[in-house]
């Protein structure tokens, strides 16, 4: 596999192998904005949607768009795009998302 | 047979070990990380150094395993300029180990001006001995952003061959970035926040084999020691050839770490 290659079985074949276990991740993201829609805001909190929920809903849109290379396309969707450092990491953490 | 470049076994049980060699791991590669916590003193890192090249060898070689070490401080512990360098003077004294190959994970975490001050640092150190290098890219919405930051340092150090540094953690949105400028590319398999067997066996159908490797990158969160081995079996289950699936888990690894000229296999 020295340059880009097909994956060796079928398209039928990568449906059969792997349909149910993204069926499940389907449901599991359906089953999140679900939980999301039902929990209370807390005392304090913003009830305006998460940047995240925001993020992972236009994600879905790109997995509807009929084009290729859906993955990268999510991940950059996901990126921060800015060019220069920061001047200080006041966090070690990552949010997953940023603002879209 | 297979080798596990980047796996954190100082957070892993003797189990683990036991369970890499039964499942064909021959040899292993463990940069300097980020224990969880900050370390109080550059002599932590010291103790920490000691037991990547002294204490850590004895136990993998129990097993039948190779273990080779990279140095560094992480870029988690690089916010803090002064105490860095601190703890990259210690590095010279322990490149004579046998089983230094290079200075790692070295990189950015928050894509900060600190980070990058001590990722110069550590690549100066790195051209000075002409050693390997291995790269840690930034997590989640940070990599894209951090992954270009890190290449436009590297090629400010003309010393440094790309085909001598390692850029770990590449994912679907990085990787064709890093393998277009001559670099080597490490996918780590590791569950929510990297690539998965199966993706990572898709990047190797979109991009092919060349300069591309898979590592676990094992630790002490969520991960799993055995996920080189899963990701084989994910290989040939699609139909790769034996071929392609020993050049990624072993013959891959094991040309990019050879040119240290101190990588063994057990």
């Not at chain 2, 109080?40 to 103790?47: T, V």
Request: glycine share 6%; hydrophobic share 40%; with cysteine.
């Amino acid at each position: 596999m020295p340059g880009p290659t097909p994956p060796p079985i079928s398209k039928r074949a990568v449906v059969d192998r792997y349909f149910l276990e993204h069926r499940a991740k389907v449901i599991d993201i359906a089953a999140f904005l679900d939980r999301v829609d039902r929990a209370q805001a807390a005392a304090g909190e913003a009830d305006a949607q998460d940047f995240r929920v925001k993020a992972l809903e236009a994600c879905c849109r790109v997995l509807l768009d009929g084009k290729p290379d859906r993955a990268r396309r999510v991940l950059e969707l996901l990126s921060d795009h800015s060019t220069e450092p920061i001047a200080k990491a006041s966090t070690k953490g990552a949010t997953g998302a940023t603002h879209v | 047979m297979y080798i596990d470049p980047h796996v954190h076994m100082v957070s892993r049980t003797t189990d683990d070990y036991q369970r890499m060699a039964l499942a064909g791991c021959v040899a292993i590669t463990e940069p300097a990380f980020w224990a969880g916590y900050d370390r109080s003193s550059p002599q932590g890192f010291f103790d920490y150094f000691r037991q990547l090249t002294d204490f850590e060898p004895k136990r993998a070689a129990q097993y039948g395993i190779r273990h080779h070490t990279w140095l560094c401080i992480n870029p988690k512990e690089a916010e803090d300029p002064v105490f860095a360098k601190e703890v990259i003077k210690l590095i010279p004294q322990f490149l004579k180990c046998e089983n230094v190959l290079g200075i790692g994970e070295i990189g950015l975490n928050k894509n900060s001006r600190n980070e990058l001050e001590i990722l110069d640092a550590h690549l100066s150190l790195a051209a000075e001995h002409n050693l390997l290098v291995l790269v840690h890219t930034p997590h989640l919405e940070d990599k894209l952003k951090g992954t270009k930051l890190i290449m436009d340092a590297i090629r400010n150090h003309a010393r440094l061959d790309p085909s001598r540094v390692l850029i770990d953690h590449v994912e679907e949105h990085t990787v064709r970035h890093v393998l277009d400028r001559g670099f080597w590319a490490g996918m780590t398999l590791y569950p929510d926040t990297k690539c998965t067997p199966q993706r990572a066996v898709d990047i190797f159908e979109m991009h092919g084999t060349e300069r591309l490797w898979i590592n676990s990158a094992g630790d002490w969160g969520q991960s799993d020691p055995l996920a080189v081995p899963k990701a084989q079996i994910e290989m040939k289950s699609r139909g790769h050839t034996l071929e392609s699936v020993r050049k990624v888990s072993f013959e891959n690894p094991l040309q990019f770490l050879s040119q240290s000229g101190r990588f063994r296999i057990a």
